[in-house]
């Protein structure tokens, strides 16, 4: 069974950066592809970005790709999501998930949203 635990959170100045952990733990980790998703007060669930075990793919959210960035160290088998220039609209409970491999990222998110298996969540706070 895959079990991820989250840090990094915190409270930050506009203009910061923020560097998330997510540790996997769990004999098929490898067949997993991560991912970083966040939850605003009053809004849905977001997907901010995703990093493949497997293949090493990533991907970023169009709309954070030029501050946002994701890794991975598989020798700890954590993944990173480094974060600078953060705003207050950044401001969220991010949740590191998991979920088996998919061909795209799309299906991917879907997937994971039904039955993937989830952090306990880090909350990210940046003040203006």
């Known amino acids: 069974q895959v079990q991820l635990v989250e840090s990094g959170g915190g409270l930050v100045q506009a203009g910061d950066s923020l560097t998330l952990s997510c540790a996997g733990s769990?004999?098929?980790?490898?067949?997993?592809?991560m991912g970083w998703f966040r939850r605003a007060p009053g809004k849905e669930r977001e997907f901010v970005a995703g990093f493949s075990w497997f293949t090493g793919d990533t991907y970023i959210t169009e709309s954070l790709k030029d501050r946002f960035t994701i890794s991975g160290d598989s020798a700890k088998v954590t993944m990173y999501l480094q974060m600078n220039g953060l705003k207050p609209e950044d401001t969220a409970v991010y949740y590191c998930?998991?979920?088996?491999?998919?061909?795209?990222?799309?299906?991917?998110?879907?997937?994971?949203?039904?039955?993937?298996?989830w952090g306990q969540g880090t909350q990210v706070t940046v003040s203006s």
């Open positions: 998930a998991a979920d088996v491999v998919t061909v795209r990222w799309s299906s991917w998110v879907r997937s994971t949203l039904q039955k993937g298996i």
């Open positions: 769990g004999r098929t980790i490898s067949r997993y592809s």
